[in-house]
């Protein structure tokens, strides 16, 4: 067993204030990641839904709570899921915007992610979120964004 990180930077042509408005807007977010009920207010706790995978005891639910608010510069939330063997995720998603080239860095951190036993899952998650901000995030904008980095 490994203890895993997921990081990405990428780049996008928008300013943070753009950015900020896809990671802080429930309708937005459920564009590119997942439906949710987010609220841009610290210590709220809030839910995303997707579909469930009962082969890995996931649920479809990501449990929340907004740590930390810096407009237009960082977004950090717990990141909670699962309760059986194959996953059981307590974990910090950390979202930071550096403005860059006229556009905007876009940093993902999803640490404490602890000791994984599934590697699929951690492959999983670690394709998911570059394929939602990356592409999904990115078409939304209308643009191919740069990816100056990949997971690790």
Partial sequence: ???KMIKYNWFFEQSPETVWKYLTTSELMAQWLM???FELLLGH???FKTNAHPELDFDGKVYCEILEIDPARKLVYSWKCGDGLAMNLDSIVTWIL????EGTELILEHSGLGELKNTMLFQAMNKGWDENVRVK???LFNIKPQNETTGN
Avoid: E, Q
């Fill in 1 to 3: 067993m490994m203890k």
């Fill in 98 to 101: 550096i403005p860059k080239n």
């Fill in 45 to 47: 706790k809030f839910m």
């Fill in 137 to 139: 995030m990115g078409n």
């Fill in 35 to 37: 439906k949710n009920d």
